[in-house]
């Protein structure tokens, strides 16, 4: 049974930070293209960053230079550190692993983060 699961949503300041963790079971880990999405509602779902299997990185306008994606393949674990965070950057943040063409993603359930004063 593959399960991605994330933690480290909540609620922060305008300028502050959050380390999102995604901890995936039942797949070859390794072996997946791994993403962050978010969506607010009324919204289409928003990719925000990406890494490859090679650990090369992708992220959207928006978030470049304050967001970083990053994975550890021993802990098959994927991780979103969030600096400078914005009001705009409030949504629920979803994993997930793609192991490419043709093949069925996986998603997590959501983290909501919420960038407020």
């Known amino acids: 049974q593959v399960q991605l699961v994330e933690s480290g949503g909540g609620l922060v300041q305008p300028g502050g930070s959050l380390r999102l963790s995604c901890a995936a079971s039942?797949?070859?880990?390794?072996?997946?293209?791994m993403g962050w999405y978010r969506q607010v509602p009324g919204k289409p779902r928003e990719l925000v960053a990406r890494?490859?299997?090679?650990?090369?990185?992708s992220y959207v306008n928006s978030v470049r230079g304050r967001f970083t994606i990053s994975r550890d393949n021993a802990r098959n674990t994927l991780y979103l550190q969030m600096n400078s965070l914005k009001s705009d950057d409030t949504a629920v943040y979803y994993c997930n692993a793609d192991p490419g063409p043709a093949a069925t993603q996986y998603w997590g359930q959501g983290t909501q983060v919420t960038v407020s004063s």
């Open positions: 039942g797949i070859s880990f390794s072996a997946y293209i």
């Open positions: 890494i490859s299997r090679s650990g090369i990185t």
